[in-house]
C-alpha cells in the first residue's frame, strides 16, 4: 500500500492543487505597498499586494487544467480569457477575506481539523489509493493522513480548508438576511400548474391625460437632491491614438486564392468533403460538422454564396466563390420548395483572407519604428514627422470598453495610472496596433444639475404619469360595487375591457394591444375564482381585473411542493444578495491594476 501511495502522490497533490485553484488565490500575501514602481507587484486590493510570480503560477496552472479538460493547446483568445479570469477571482477572494478580517470571522483548528479528517474533496475521495471496491474507504484516507510522507499535502489541504470555511461562513453571514414570503412561493408553485380566464380594464400610463408642465423645475431640483448616487458618473479618460491596421497584402490574398484551388483540386479527385471541412475550414460553427449549414432559405446566405447555391446542381462541388467573408467551396446537397420559397441543404470549406505572419511581422516593424520616436520625441512631434492621422476617443471608464476599438483592459490601465499627456507603447487591437497619449482625465463626480435635467425630467413624468394612471384606476375601482359592473363602469369611462384565454397561464400572452406585464399577471393569478381585484399596478399601467375562471393549485401540492421551491426561491435570493454584495465590495474598494507595466496581449 505504501508503494502504490508514493507512486501516486504527485498525482494526489495535483489534484488538491486544481481543485482548490480558486481558494489558494484567497491567501496571497498581504504586504504593504510603499513604492508603486516596486518590481513584480502586479496590483492592490486596498493596499494589499498581487503579486506578479503567484499570479503567473496560478495562471498557468488554470490555462494547464483547461488544456487537459479540453484534450489540447487552446487558443490565444482562451487564454487570455482565464488570465482575466484569475484576475478577477484574486481581488473577488482578497476582498472577501479582508471584509472576513472586518467583521471577526475566524476559523478554528478543530474544525479545520475535523474537515480533513472526516470530509474531504470530491477530487480527493476519487484517488485511487483511497478506495476500495471502488469506493471511498475513509478509513484508508486517514492511515495515509498520518504518514510522514503526507505532512506537505496535509499543510495544503487543511490551508485550502481553511480559506473554504472562512468564505463560506461569510457569505452566510452576507445572506443571512435573504428570504421569500409564503405567497412568492405560491406564485413559483402556479408556475405551469395554474390557469385563469381574466377579464381586466386597464390603464395604460402613457395614455393618460397628463400636463408635463407640473413637473416643476422645484420637483426636478428636490428630485436631483433626493437621489444624487443616480446622477453619479465614475472617473473617466480619453486618448488620442495612430492606428496601424494588419490587412493581408497582394501576396497574401494570391496564397490564399493558391490554397483553396489545391483544395477544390483535391475534392474533384474524391477526396472526403467532410473530413477536409473539418480540417482546412475556417468557419468554425460548421467546420465541427464537416462543413454542414443545414437547411436555409432565401436571404440567409450573402447574395453570392446564395445564387451559387440556387445554380448548383444536387450533390455539384462549386467555386470558389467569394463573399465578405473569404472564399468558399460549396456542395449543395438538397433542395426543396416549402410555402413557395426555395430553400437548401449544402456543405461548405471557407478560407478567410488574412494577413501572413511576415505581413504581420512588417506592420509591428512599422509600429515599433514610431513608438521609439515617440520615446524620444514625443507623441504630437512624432506624428507630425511621420504625416500620420491621429483620432481621439470618447471618455471610457475604468472597466476599458472603448468605442470603436472595443475592450481595452490593460490600455485603460495604463491611462488611469498615468497622467494626461504620457504616450504609450504598443497596444494591439483585434485589427491592427495603436500607440496612444492620454489626452483628457476627469475624476469621479456627480453631475451637475443643468447637464441632467432633461433625464430628471423624464423620470419624473414617468413617475408621475405611474400615479395619474393608478388613480384612474382607483376612480373605476370606486364605482364598481362588485365583478358584476367591471364591463359597464370600464366602458362608460371609454376603456376596453380585455378578456384573456380560457385557460391562460402565469407565463402566458395578455390580449392584443396589452403589452407583457408580469407584475400584473402574478397579482391577478392570486385572485379566487369570482373575485374582483383592487387597483393593480404594473409596468405598463395600472389594472382592475376579475377572475371569471380559476383551477388553482391544490392546497396539498403547495405543501407538498413547499420544502423543494422555498430552497429553490432562498437559493435564488441569496445568490442575488451575494452577487450584489461582492459588487458594492468591488465598488467601494481602492483597486490598483498594473498589469499594463507586465503584459500588453490582454
Not at 382607483?474 to 375591457?497: H, K, S, T
Request: proline share 3%; hydrophobic share 40%.
Amino acid at each position: 500500500m505504501m508503494t502504490t501511495l508514493r507512486s501516486q502522490m504527485k498525482t494526489i497533490l495535483w489534484i488538491l492543487v486544481v481543485a482548490f485553484l480558486a481558494t489558494i488565490v484567497f491567501s496571497w500575501g498581504m504586504g504593504g505597498f510603499k513604492d508603486r514602481e516596486q518590481p513584480g507587484i502586479l496590483g492592490m486590493v486596498n493596499g494589499d499586494e498581487v503579486t506578479l510570480e503567484k499570479f503567473e503560477l496560478i495562471a498557468r496552472r488554470k490555462v494547464e487544467a483547461e488544456q487537459r479538460k479540453e484534450g489540447g493547446q487552446l487558443d490565444a483568445d482562451k487564454q487570455k480569457q482565464l488570465r482575466e479570469d484569475v484576475w478577477d477571482e484574486q481581488v473577488e477572494r482578497m476582498l472577501k477575506m479582508q471584509e472576513a478580517s472586518r467583521l471577526g470571522i475566524e476559523i478554528t483548528d478543530r474544525e479545520i481539523a475535523h474537515i480533513v479528517e472526516f470530509y474531504p474533496p470530491n477530487e480527493i475521495r476519487s484517488v485511487e489509493s483511497f478506495q476500495r471496491d471502488g469506493q471511498f474507504d475513509l478509513n484508508l484516507y486517514r492511515q495515509f493522513l498520518r504518514r510522514p510522507e503526507a505532512a506537505s499535502f496535509l499543510l495544503q489541504l487543511e490551508e485550502s480548508v481553511r480559506n473554504y470555511l472562512l468564505e463560506q461562513k461569510l457569505l452566510f453571514q452576507a445572506t443571512s438576511a435573504a428570504d421569500v414570503t409564503p405567497e412568492q412561493i405560491r406564485d413559483e408553485v402556479r408556475r405551469g400548474t395554474s390557469t385563469a380566464k381574466l377579464r381586466f380594464v386597464f390603464v395604460p400610463n402613457d395614455k393618460v391625460e397628463f400636463d408635463s408642465s407640473s413637473a416643476t423645475d422645484e420637483m426636478l431640483q428636490r428630485y436631483y437632491r433626493l437621489f444624487p448616487d443616480r446622477y453619479k458618473q465614475y472617473a473617466q479618460r480619453r486618448f488620442a491614438f495612430v492606428k496601424f491596421k494588419v490587412e493581408p497584402s497582394g501576396q497574401d490574398s494570391i496564397e490564399v486564392e493558391n490554397e483553396i484551388e489545391e483544395l477544390l483540386t483535391e475534392l474533384q479527385s474524391g477526396a472526403d468533403f467532410e473530413a477536409l471541412a473539418r480540417q482546412r475550414s475556417e468557419d468554425a460553427a460548421s467546420a465541427e460538422k464537416g462543413g454542414d449549414l443545414d437547411w436555409f432559405g432565401k436571404g440567409a446566405m450573402t447574395p453570392n454564396f446564395e445564387e451559387a447555391c440556387l445554380k448548383a446542381q444536387i450533390g455539384e462541388i462549386v467555386g470558389p466563390v467569394q463573399t465578405k467573408f473569404g472564399l468558399h467551396i460549396i456542395r449543395v446537397d438538397e433542395k426543396k420548395v416549402e410555402d413557395g420559397e426555395p430553400k437548401m441543404r449544402a456543405h461548405h470549406i471557407l478560407l478567410k483572407y488574412k494577413a501572413s505572419p511576415d505581413t504581420r511581422d512588417e506592420v509591428y516593424n512599422t509600429v515599433y519604428a514610431f513608438a521609439q520616436d515617440v520615446s524620444q520625441s514625443g507623441f504630437d512631434q512624432s506624428v507630425a514627422e511621420s504625416n500620420l492621422s491621429v483620432d481621439t476617443t470618447k471618455a471610457f471608464s475604468e472597466a476599458g470598453y472603448i468605442a470603436g476599438l472595443g475592450r481595452m483592459r490593460m490600455a485603460a490601465e495604463f491611462c488611469f495610472n498615468n497622467p494626461v499627456g504620457t504616450a504609450s507603447e504598443i497596444y494591439p487591437i483585434p485589427d491592427g496596433y495603436v500607440v496612444l497619449k492620454i489626452v483628457e482625465a476627469t475624476d469621479e463626480r456627480v453631475k451637475p444639475f443643468d447637464e441632467v435635467r432633461d433625464q430628471i425630467r423624464r423620470t419624473l413624468i414617468k413617475t408621475l404619469r405611474q400615479h395619474r394612471a393608478a388613480a384612474a384606476a382607483a376612480e373605476l375601482r370606486g364605482q364598481m360595487g362588485g365583478p358584476q359592473d367591471l364591463e359597464a363602469v370600464a366602458l362608460a369611462a371609454n376603456y376596453p375591457v380585455y378578456v384573456t384565454d380560457d385557460s391562460m397561464k402565469t407565463e402566458g400572452k395578455l390580449p392584443d394591444g396589452v403589452r407583457a406585464d408580469k407584475d400584473f399577471i402574478t397579482k391577478a393569478f392570486r385572485l379566487k375564482e369570482g373575485e374582483l381585484s383592487d387597483v393593480i399596478e404594473g409596468r405598463n399601467g395600472a389594472y382592475v381585473a376579475v377572475a371569471e375562471a380559476k383551477f388553482d393549485i391544490e392546497e396539498d401540492n403547495v405543501r407538498a411542493n413547499y420544502p423543494v421551491v422555498y430552497i429553490n426561491l432562498v437559493g435564488k435570493e441569496q445568490q442575488a444578495v451575494a452577487q450584489n454584495w461582492v459588487r458594492e465590495l468591488r465598488i467601494a474598494a481602492d483597486i490598483k491594476d498594473y498589469r499594463y507595466r507586465y503584459f500588453r496581449d490582454f
